[in-house]
C-alpha cells in the first residue's frame, strides 16, 4: 500500500521561506512529483525527483532522500500568488498516489 | 492552458443515473489518467490508458469504466451513480509513464 504524509496547513510571510515536507512509504518508487493547486482549479507540475539530492528550478527546489522516504518543496521569496496547496504525489508502476495536499498561506 | 480538454465542466444528475466524461490529451501525449477529487479524500488515482491499452488501475469502482479510443481521446463511464461519487473529475495526459502530468480543468459532478 501507500502511505504518504504531508502537513495540513502552513502559513508564512511574502517574501520568506516555506518547506513543505513529505515522507513516503510505498511497496514501490519510480520518483517523487510536487504539483500546485489553486483551489477550484487543476494541479499543476512544479517538480520531479527520482534520484537522491536538490532539483532547483526558480523560486522553487525539490529535494529527495530515497533510503529515508523523505522530500521536501522549498517556496522562496514567497509571493501571495503561491497562497495555494501542494500536493506530494509518489510513482509506482504507472500509477500517482497522492498526499492530502498542504494548503500554504502567504501573509502580507 | 495544460492543452488538455474536459467536458463538460459541470454535470448534474439524479442518483441511479449514469455519464460520460470525455477527455482529450495533449497533442503528442499516449497516456491518459483518470483522477477522483472530493473534499474528504483527496486526489485518487483512477486508472491509466497509453495508447489505446489499459495501463495501470487504482481505486476505480466497479460502477466505473473507461477506454481510450484510437484518436487517443478517452471517455469515463459512471454508473448507477451514488451521492458519495459527487467529486471534480479529472483528466491527466503525459508523453508516456513517469513523466510529468497535464492536468485538465476537470469535471465537477453533482449527484442529487
Redesign the interface.
Known sequence: GQNIDQPTEMTATEGAIVQINCTYQTSGFNGLFWYQQHAGEAPTFLSYNVLDGLEEKGRFSSFLSRSKGYSYLLLKELQMKDSASYLCAVANDYKLSFGAGTTVTVRA | D?GVTQTPKHLITATGQRVTLRCSPRSGDLSV?WYQQSLDQ????LI?Y?NGEE??K?NILERFSAQQFPDLHSELNLSSLELGDSALY?CASSVS??N???????TRLTVL
Do not use: I, K, T
Not at chain 2, 483527496?42 to 488515482?45: C, D, E, H, I, T
Open positions: 495544460s489518467y483527496g486526489l485518487q488515482f491509466q497509453y495501463r495501470a487504482g479529472f509513464g513517469y510529468e502530468q497535464f492536468f485538465g480543468p476537470g
